[in-house]
């Protein structure tokens, strides 16, 4: 099995369309009548979930009618959110084929096929020309990127000159390696973690400049304390992200807060350009 498959196959399994769409009537929500806010708990598919998709929004410089990439964009969630947000357009590629699947079939039922298109592919690959894209954004994807060096030079290379690259991951932290399961791996196959400052320094090798780190830890582990404080009560909502997880969804965010709070683990925002 190829790496790519292997990741791939920890994402995605079975038919996720149909799984999205049986929860969604089990929440009593309509899927003729579906909005992209009534998405939102199961559609952002990665740590802290809507909230942390708006937070990178909103410091990010883009303008109406922009054409983005969105690496790595799971079920489609935050490019559908960012183009209608700023009536912009954005494509999404992703390792994940349910995923893809997903992402298509809910953007035709949210009436948004035309700004939002999504296929299937690799980061350290992009289909794309070069000098295309106003802005690009990977939303936790990097700890399953094997080659950061690749997938950095793939982004420099299709975004126009003086165009945003964003990211949010969980860096490696100082301590020691990560307890699991965690979200992007259940054995510590298929993970490649990193220290912040190294992530920085491949950026500005590939070229990148302008680059901003923000640490987001103490807003993840509340998050994710949240999260559980929610689930021992017996009150976690029936439509979210731990439809996506599975049964190890319990053990999964546990661990992911127990990472963080040991510094195994550390979560960053990071924001550059290329420049002009």
């Known amino acids: 099995m190829t790496k790519a498959q292997e990741i791939s196959d920890h994402w995605g399994k079975g038919d996720v369309y149909s799984r999205i769409l049986e929860t969604m009537e089990l929440a009593g929500i309509d899927p003729n009548t579906l909005t992209i806010e009534q998405l939102a708990p199961v559609d952002h598919f990665h740590a802290r979930g809507f909230p942390a998709t708006v937070e990178l929004a909103d410091a990010l410089p883009i303008r109406e009618g922009d054409t983005l990439v969105d690496i790595g ?9 960012l183009a209608k947000r700023f009536n912009c ?25 035309d ?11 992009l289909p794309y020309k070069d000098e295309t894209f106003d802005g690009g954004y990977s939303q936790h994807v990097l700890m399953n990127v094997p080659d950061r060096t690749t997938f950095f030079a793939e982004a420099f290379r299709v975004l126009k000159p003086g165009a945003f690259f964003a990211l949010t991951e969980h860096g490696l932290g100082p301590v020691g390696e990560p307890h699991h399961p965690v979200p992007w791996s259940e ?10 400052s190294d992530t920085v320094d491949i950026l500005k090798e590939t070229g990148f400049r302008n680059i901003e780190v923000t640490d987001t830890g103490e807003k993840y582990l509340q998050g994710y304390k949240a999260a559980m404080a929610l689930a021992a009560k017996g009150e976690a909502p029936v439509f ?37």
């Open 187 to 196: 054995d510590g196959s298929g993970a490649y973690l990193m220290r912040p």
């Open 115 to 125: 700004a939002v298109r999504c296929q299937h592919g690799d980061g350290q690959n």
């Open 89 to 113: 357009r954005v494509e999404g590629i992703d390792i994940t084929a349910p995923f893809i699947d997903a992402a298509n079939k809910l953007s035709a039922l949210v009436a948004m096929q």
């Open 240 to 276: 979210g992200t731990h439809i996506l997880l599975g049964e190890l969804a319990p053990q999964i965010v546990k661990n992911a807060a127990r990472n963080i709070e040991e510094r195994r683990t550390q979560p960053v925002q990071i924001i550059c350009r290329k420049p002009e």
């Open 73 to 81: 964009c799971g079920i489609g969630g935050p490019a559908r959110y």
